[in-house]
Nanobody, 114 residues
Framework: QARLVESGGGLVQLGGSLRPACLLS????????TGWYRQPPGKQRELVAS???????TYADSAKGRFTIARDKAKNTVYLQMNNLKPEDSGVYYC????????WGQGTQVTVSS
């Protein structure tokens, strides 16, 4: 059974960096896309970045120029390098397959203080 485990969040100051990781166990990333999502407090989950099976990235406008999504196929892991973080980047970060998601993981909390 496929299972997603996110890690690597934390508390950073304005302008800091984090690199959350998404490990897929029990399966491999065969879906066309894998996405990183952010859910701010009290708001809906939103897609921040996605990567194709051929490693082509796409970013939300808020992430362009600051975030980089990348895949390590040997580790079955997708990373999201986040630089120059802002308070509005705060939230719980999740990953999942697109367009056929599996059960959501627990996410990883990112908090950016000003």
């Amino acid at each position: 059974q496929a299972r997603l485990v996110e890690s690597g969040g934390g508390l950073v100051q304005l302008g800091g960096s984090l690199r959350p990781a998404c490990l897929l166990s029990g399966s491999t990333f065969r879906s066309d896309l894998t996405g990183w999502y952010r859910q701010p407090p009290g708001k809906q989950r939103e897609l921040v970045a996605s990567i194709t099976i051929d490693d082509g990235p796409t970013y939300a406008d808020s992430a362009k120029g600051r975030f980089t999504i990348a895949r390590d196929k040997a580790k079955n892991t997708v990373y999201l390098q986040m630089n120059n973080l802002k308070p509005e980047d705060s939230g719980v970060y999740y990953c999942n397959l697109i367009p056929f998601p599996v059960a959501w993981g627990q996410g990883t909390q990112v908090t950016v203080s000003s």
